[in-house]
């Protein structure tokens, strides 16, 4: 009875302490994403008193998680004589119905069947989601049975094994089981003191299933974004930043940024140059690892990168270029000439200026333009297109309508002979049935020789229309309304 009274007085203790000591900041860690399978011993060797205590150190190992599908996902695994999966990864998809379930998870008792448990956590993580997955261990240490074979075969998988035991009894097997390195990924503690490795192990999985605490999220050749998940809040912390080329003696670039910054945009970089950057946050709710990102600016791009030809005429060209750099381009200047040869023309542009009409050209002709910058810094750049200007479409000279008999009419043009393929003559004929009074719509294709033609049944007032055909398209026509007088 007494001993009943006792273990009673432990397990209120530390609930109490669940609730009074969590001090993560409520938007931690919201950014990571990966599995933690939590496999725990719950056999008849771990004393009553220790179990809750190991449930309550899980509860506030994974406190600052944010749970659910797309971030941190946890499962239970009781291990006892047959494994009791105690939930999945896809129950919990809030950190408090996650910690209401480890408040009702009860000890199995019975033999420590470890073995069986692995065969329930290779099921729940191995060719699942791809993402970071951890299987932590969690035991007396006692007896676990034969676990080599299945441990190894999870790691090849790419299961993160940790492991925490209150025992020291078969430390041997705990160190084989984990993935390296030892220091971070196995401990063994004594139960009442298991809170000093809160921290520490939540690092440890944190590196694991946070891979990329630092990200670059935006390159240039002259400048880079940079991203974290939350690690501390604006009330209790701040960040130190620094950065600097890798290959360099000079001092790095320090900034100091408030707790609330998630991210912070790098200037003035080099083009081309691989640069390191670190982030220390600093805070009164404990020591923080130090996060740091190697990345490469881009090449520098100089302008023109990339020129280009659009809406040619018969006689221009229209060239465009590409990027704009006003700051770094004082002005560009555009040459074009007649492949193989012909005079060359020039033109010079202002800065702001990206594109240029290039006009006066022979027409059906194959060009060379060359766009260059001089920039600022002195240096030169050139990039060279081939176009070629459209065929002359003349339009038409001349068009005619006259009066002939039997109400038809006459219909007479001009037109320029070179490259013409033909006309297409449209007019508005009388509707043949009465009911309609719209005039309908037709065409004729007439071949390149002709220069008239003979209409019946215009529409009064009918439009008449004759357009020079090209092989590159159709010149301006001519229209003209019928003047007939109805007999
Ligand atoms: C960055 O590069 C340096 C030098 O190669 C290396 O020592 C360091 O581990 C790298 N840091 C990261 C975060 O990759």
């Not at 009943?4 to 009074?20: H, P």
């Not at 982030?279 to 302008?303: A, K, W």
């Amino acid at each position: 009875m007494k001993d009943f009274f006792l273990l009673r007085v432990f397990v209120w203790a530390a609930l109490q302490r669940c609730y009074t000591q969590i001090t993560v900041p409520a938007t931690g860690l919201s950014g990571c994403e990966g599995d933690i399978l939590v496999l725990l011993d719950s056999s008849g060797s771990v004393a009553n008193y220790e179990y809750s205590q190991l449930l309550l150190f899980t509860a506030e190992l994974v406190h600052p998680f944010s749970i659910g599908r797309g971030r941190v996902r946890v499962g239970l695994i009781q291990v006892g004589t047959n494994p009791h999966l105690e939930f999945g990864l896809d129950v919990h998809d809030s950190q408090e119905s996650l910690q209401k379930a480890m408040q009702r998870v009860s000890q199995l008792q019975g033999d420590t069947n470890t073995k069986a448990a692995l065969g329930l956590a290779w099921e729940l993580l191995v060719n699942k989601e791809q993402v970071p997955k951890v299987l932590l261990w969690l035991t007396d240490g006692v007896q676990p049975g034969d676990v080599d074979e299945p441990m190894s075969e999870l790691k090849e998988q790419g299961v993160s094994v940790l492991a925490v035991s209150t025992v020291h009894a078969n430390y041997k097997v705990l160190q084989r089981a984990v993935t390296p390195p030892l220091e971070s990924h196995l401990y063994s503690v004594d139960i009442d003191d298991i809170d000093i490795i809160t921290h520490d192990l939540r690092e440890a999985i944190i590196k694991i299933i946070c891979a990329e605490l630092l990200r670059v999220v935006h390159l240039t050749s002259h400048s880079a974004v940079l991203q974290w998940h939350p690690v501390v809040d604006a009330d209790s912390g701040y960040y130190e930043f620094w950065y600097k080329p890798i290959r360099t003696t000079k001092p790095a670039v320090r900034r100091t940024l408030s707790g609330d910054s998630r991210k912070t945009e790098l200037t003035n970089l080099q083009p081309d140059t691989t640069y390191t950057a670190s982030l220390r946050p600093e805070s009164n709710h404990g020591l923080f690892n130090t996060l740091s990102v190697n990345f490469t600016t881009l090449p520098d791009v100089l302008s023109p990168a990339e020129v280009s030809v659009s809406g040619s005429g018969p006689g221009q060209i229209r060239v465009s270029w590409g990027p704009l750099q006003p700051a770094r381009v004082r002005k560009y200047i555009v040459e074009y000439g007649a492949i193989p040869s012909g005079p060359v023309g020039t033109v010079t542009l202002h800065s702001r200026q990206s594109s240029a009409l290039l006009s006066g050209l022979e027409p059906d002709t194959e060009y060379l333009v060359t766009v260059s910058a001089l920039h600022a810094d002195g240096k030169e750049r050139a990039m060279s297109v081939r176009a070629c200007t459209r065929e002359a479409l003349p339009p038409l000279a001349d068009l005619q309508l006259a009066p002939a008999e039997q109400q038809e009419v006459q219909v007479t043009w001009e037109a320029n002979q070179d490259g013409l393929k033909g006309f297409w003559v449209t007019w508005e004929r009388r509707n043949s049935r009465s009911t309609s009074s719209n005039p309908s719509t037709s065409s004729v294709y007439l071949p390149p020789s002709t220069r008239s033609t003979r209409l019946a049944r215009l529409a009064p007032s009918g439009r008449v229309c004759v357009s020079p055909i090209y092989s590159s398209g159709r010149g301006d026509g001519l229209c003209c309304t019928a003047n007939t007088l109805r007999g």
